[in-house]
């Protein structure tokens, strides 16, 4: 059974960064094939796409409002895969998600197209 665990959330003022981590584990298959994506949702709000890597770490997606803010890497040796989050404004404050899919670029913001998701972790950004 594949398992995404999230790590890396925690409470930072405006202006400032954090990285969250995404373990894959359970994997009887190469993460290669998978594009990976970030997600967040806020209380009372829709899961809102942030950001996602195609399969090779060669392309990535970002939502207009952390384009130029975030940054996200994968490793696929071990797979895990990164959310650089720079800048952060307390609008940015969430539940972070990463997830799986097997489903191209025209997917990726999707929340309904991806097969596996890890329970998130909570970013918190103070004013």
């Known amino acids: 059974q594949v398992q995404l665990a999230e790590s890396g959330g925690g409470l930072v003022q405006a202006g400032g960064s954090l990285r969250l981590s995404c373990a894959a584990s359970g994997l009887t298959f190469t993460l290669s094939g998978f594009a990976m994506g970030w997600f967040r949702q806020a209380p009372g709000k829709e899961r809102e796409f942030v950001g996602a890597i195609s399969w090779s770490g060669g392309r990535t997606y970002y939502a207009d409002s952390v384009k130029g803010r975030f940054t996200i890497s994968r490793d696929n040796d071990q797979n895990t895969v990164s959310l650089q989050m720079n800048s952060l404004k307390p609008e940015d404050t969430a539940v972070y998600l990463c997830?799986?899919?097997?489903?191209?670029?025209?997917?990726?913001?999707?929340?309904?197209?991806?097969?596996?998701w890890g329970q998130g972790t909570q970013v918190t950004v103070s004013s």
């Open positions: 997830a799986l899919t097997r489903y191209g670029s025209s997917w990726y913001a999707r929340a309904d197209m991806y097969d596996y």
